[in-house]
């Protein structure tokens, strides 16, 4: 593959050999090739996306327990699509003005330590965020950085949903935050896009009662870049449907599928909602049902042992270099994969880890590895989109600098 001329090749478009693991800007991950597949054979014919949305609400019920699913074009849309429904609810009339909110409840109660980049997917459906707490949790006094009453005296009438990032470090606990939100009639969405696998985690924040969770549909189950998966109430992905699927249609003719949402219910055709701009086609849903599939049938401890088998080839091959050293971390707990973190000396090295990276990104084929422990003068391996033959030729770029 390192030889062989790519798509981009062709384009005149440098191609990137990942050893960074799924990150959005660099291609996320590879679609599974049954997702592939799929996709190809979805581009053949014409299907109603609502029905089509239907059967991915069933697989997406069965995987993760939720009352029902649907399909975004990715974990953030999921998350527009969420706040929507929390802000919007029934209401055709708030549905068609989003994201602006004038006189009606948007205010999305969040413990600050969640808060990140992501949550202007939130913020796009008109929701403002409120965040309680601080981060007394990080002086090393045992305080801890958000308090449920502060959760639970943040809810007012204006709060459409409780928002949680899930990390395995996120506090207070998901079970805890249900409940005092519960308490008070309100929602919560639970973002959760990177934390499969373990493949369990697809129900463990239903489990937990969260009312909405979205996972990123393009990281680790490898299904298309654009998609994400929105489980949770009927209520909620019922809304969700009636804000995001195309709405130019002819009333007297228009028989919506009833699991979506029942024509009956509703006053009249609700206008191209917040999520129009958000869609996903037939082939991205049809691709995801399949990488869904795979990913639940996926052997995880073969795949596990292929990671680490990259890893020993990597470890192996830098650890002789002066001022090099190697460490493995295991995956399961922060990470998904294990990784290598390679540590170099500036003192002793040849170069230091910033010039290293730096030089790697700009080779062609450009080489990414792992950047985020670059102010501590390290980087890391890791091998999820990484084959054998990519893994010995990162070694021998590395090599090339610190020889
Ligand atoms: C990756 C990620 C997202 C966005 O997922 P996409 O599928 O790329 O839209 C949102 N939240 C968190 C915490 C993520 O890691």
């Given at each position: 593959?390192v030889?062989?001329a790519?798509?981009?090749?062709?384009?005149g478009?440098?191609?990137v050999?990942?050893?960074?693991?799924?990150?959005?800007?660099?291609g996320?991950s590879?679609?599974r090739?049954?997702a592939?597949?799929a996709?190809?054979?979805?581009?053949?014919s014409f299907?109603?996306l609502?029905d089509l949305q239907?059967?991915?609400?069933e697989?997406?019920?069965e995987?993760?327990?939720?009352?029902?699913?649907?399909v975004?074009?990715?974990?953030?849309?999921?998350?527009?699509?969420?706040?929507a429904a929390?802000?919007?609810?029934?209401?055709?009339g708030?549905?068609?003005?989003?994201?602006?909110?004038?006189?009606?409840?948007d205010e999305i109660v969040?413990p600050?330590t969640h808060r990140?980049?992501?949550d202007?997917?939130?913020?796009?459906?008109?929701a403002?965020?409120?965040?309680?707490?601080?981060?007394?949790?990080?002086?090393?006094?045992?305080?801890?950085s958000?308090e449920?009453?502060?959760?639970?005296?943040?809810?007012?009438?204006?709060?459409v949903?409780?928002?949680?990032?899930?990390?395995v470090?996120?506090?207070?606990?998901?079970?805890?935050?249900?409940e005092i939100?519960?308490?008070?009639?309100?929602?919560?969405i639970v973002?959760a896009?990177?934390e499969?696998?373990p493949?369990?985690?697809?129900?463990?924040?239903?489990?937990a009662?969260a009312d909405?969770?979205?996972?990123s549909g393009g990281?680790a189950i490898?299904g298309?870049?654009?998609?994400?998966?929105?489980a949770?109430?009927h209520e909620?992905i019922?809304?969700a449907?009636?804000?995001h699927?195309d709405?130019h249609?002819?009333e007297?003719v228009?028989?919506?599928?009833?699991e979506?949402?029942?024509?009956a219910?509703?006053?009249?055709v609700p206008?191209?909602?917040?999520?129009?701009?958000?869609?996903?086609?037939?082939?991205e849903?049809?691709?995801?049902?399949?990488?869904l599939?795979s990913?639940?049938?996926?052997?995880?401890?073969?795949l596990?042992k292929?990671?680490e088998s990259?890893?020993?080839i990597?470890?192996?091959e830098?650890?002789n270099?002066?001022?090099?050293?190697t460490?493995?971390?295991p995956?399961?707990?922060?990470?998904?994969?294990?990784e290598?973190y390679v540590e170099?000396?500036?003192?002793?090295a040849?170069?230091d880890t910033?010039e290293?990276?730096g030089?790697?990104?700009k080779?062609?084929?450009?080489i990414f590895?792992?950047?985020d422990?670059?102010?501590?003068?390290g980087?890391?391996?890791?091998?999820?989109?990484?084959?054998?033959?990519?893994?010995?030729?990162?070694t021998?770029r590395?090599?090339?600098y610190?020889?």
């Amino acid at each position: 593959m390192v030889n062989k001329a790519t798509i981009y090749d062709e384009l005149g478009v440098s191609r990137v050999i990942n050893a960074a693991g799924t990150k959005t800007r660099i291609g996320g991950s590879l679609i599974r090739p049954e997702a592939v597949e799929a996709m190809s054979r979805a581009a053949e014919s014409f299907v109603r996306l609502s029905d089509l949305q239907v059967r991915a609400s069933e697989l997406i019920s069965e995987v993760t327990g939720a009352e029902a699913g649907y399909v975004g074009s990715g974990a953030a849309a999921c998350m527009t699509l969420a706040a929507a429904a929390a802000i919007a609810g029934n209401d055709l009339g708030a549905m068609s003005r989003l994201p602006n909110t004038e006189g009606i409840p948007d205010e999305i109660v969040m413990p600050r330590t969640h808060r990140n980049g992501y949550d202007h997917a939130f913020r796009a459906a008109g929701a403002r965020i409120v965040d309680v707490g601080n981060n007394d949790n990080y002086l090393g006094t045992g305080a801890n950085s958000t308090e449920l009453w502060e959760i639970a005296n943040a809810i007012t009438e204006d709060t459409v949903a409780v928002g949680y990032m899930q990390k395995v470090y996120s506090t207070p606990l998901l079970e805890e935050v249900v409940e005092i939100a519960h308490e008070h009639d309100v929602p919560v969405i639970v973002d959760a896009a990177a934390e499969v696998p373990p493949r369990e985690n697809l129900s463990t924040f239903i489990d937990a009662g969260a009312d909405m969770v979205v996972f990123s549909g393009g990281k680790a189950i490898r299904g298309p870049q654009t998609t994400g998966i929105l489980a949770g109430k009927h209520e909620y992905i019922r809304s969700a449907a009636l804000q995001h699927l195309d709405m130019h249609v002819a009333e007297s003719v228009w028989e919506p599928p009833t699991e979506l949402f029942d024509k009956a219910d509703l006053d009249g055709v609700p206008r191209q909602g917040i999520g129009r701009s958000l869609k996903v086609g037939k082939e991205e849903i049809v691709g995801l049902i399949a990488a869904l599939q795979s990913f639940i049938e996926e052997d995880q401890d073969t795949l596990n042992k292929e990671w680490e088998s990259r890893l020993d080839i990597i470890d192996n091959e830098l650890a002789n270099l002066v001022g090099v050293t190697t460490r493995r971390e295991p995956g399961g707990k922060l990470m998904v994969a294990p990784e290598t973190y390679v540590e170099i000396d500036p003192e002793t090295a040849t170069l230091d880890t910033i010039e290293l990276v730096g030089s790697l990104r700009k080779e062609n084929p450009r080489i990414f590895v792992g950047s985020d422990d670059l102010l501590e003068g390290g980087f890391t391996i890791n091998p999820m989109c990484l084959t054998d033959e990519e893994t010995e030729y990162v070694t021998k770029r590395i090599r090339s600098y610190l020889e």
